[in-house]
């Protein structure tokens, strides 16, 4: 059997998750993204009022301008609806905008 040689230990810094790596010590902890637009609130909480009212406009906007909302269309209006109301007023007036004739 072959003589056991010495040999030097080798740390690989970059490899392992983020959590491993928060624990070592080499990086710092990572944000946590916050629950998506379209999430439920907890029980108890209530929806922001702006929102529930931004959202009826928006939704009154799609109607004025002839879309039948889909199930993907709620989910987008419900993510709209949280955003500032500036964004939210834009987008009503453009859904609102009537559309020219066409030129030819």
């Known amino acids: 059997m072959p003589e056991p040689r ?3 230990h080798r740390v690989d810094e970059c ?3 983020s959590a491993s ?7 710092e902890p990572q944000p946590t993204p916050g629950p998506p637009p379209d ?3 907890p029980s108890g909480q209530r929806p922001d ?3 529930e009212a931004e959202k009826r406009a928006l939704t009154d906007a799609l109607a004025e301008a002839g879309v039948e909302p889909s199930e993907t269309d709620h989910a987008a209006v419900q993510a709209l ?3 500032d109301s500036a964004t939210v007023d834009a987008v009503t007036r453009w859904l ?3 559309k020219k ?3 030819k």
Do not use: W, Y
């Open 49 to 51: 009022p702006a929102d």
């Open 81 to 83: 609806a949280s955003l």
């Open 21 to 27: 790596l928060v624990q070592l010590g080499l990086i």
């Open 39 to 41: 999430r439920v609130p």
């Open 6 to 8: 010495a040999v030097t």
């Open 96 to 98: 609102k905008a009537k």
């Open 101 to 103: 004739p066409d030129v």
């Open 15 to 17: 490899a392992g998750d």
